[in-house]
């Protein structure tokens, strides 16, 4: 492992990002001016207070959303020059989201939740050509993620700790580069949100970089680094 700055490990550059929402008359101006470099194999904590535009920031960052000014890197290209079919490849097979809550689709099995991201942007021949790779796969991520008997469960039949390990493993199917999660552990209690965190520790371990927003200072203390979001900007950052 090397500690070099080199440009080349950065995988994700934000450059002046503004972002506002327009409520009526008012203007609600959420990012102003925010830039942010991370790593391959980082795990960052964005921090900030509730309605700082944590959410907003990261939905950007995984292209969910779009700057009103500013520029979003990935490997060095800038994702406002994508096209349609370069973005929906970028956000289906490049990023993986885990949403505070969980966003899984009840009529579907826990297994079929994980491997949905592998028929997405196939076609029924592609997929056809793949479903058993992916159902594998699906299958896999589950038993790593401890869940292997609850393959066949709807997801209104687990816990929320369970639930958003089930996430984890659909966020994972492509194999992204980078992992988004907006408060993981923001609906669950604390002994349930440890082992959410000691997931994503282990991802990041093996190699994953992880972007994760939170509210919680204990929770952010749990990434590699944490920068704060405050006053529509980067605050202060300390490195552990
Ligand atoms: N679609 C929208 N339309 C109007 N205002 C919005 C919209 N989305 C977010 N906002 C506003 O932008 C601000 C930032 O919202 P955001 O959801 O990014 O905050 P957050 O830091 O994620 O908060 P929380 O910790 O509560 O999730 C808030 O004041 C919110 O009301
Ligand atoms: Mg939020």
Known sequence: MTDSTDKNDIILRADGLHKSYRMGTTEVRVLKGVDLAVKKGEFVAIIGASGSGKST???ILGALDRPNKG???????????????ELNRFRNGMVGFVFQFYHLLDELSVLENVYLPAMTGRSVLGWFACRRWAKNRAGQLLAQLGLAERAKHKPYQLSGGERQRVAIGRALMNE??????????????????????????????AGQTVVMVTHDERIAQRAGRTVTLIDGKIGHKHTR
């Open 71 to 85: 520029v979003v890197k990935f490997e060095k290209r800038d994702l406002s020059q994508f096209s349609g079919g």
């Open 176 to 205: 992204p580069k980078l992992l988004l999660a907006d408060e993981p552990t923001g609906n669950l209690d604390s002994a349930t949100g440890n082992g959410i965190l000691k997931v994503l520790e282990r991802l990041n371990r």
């Open 57 to 59: 920031l990261l939905h």
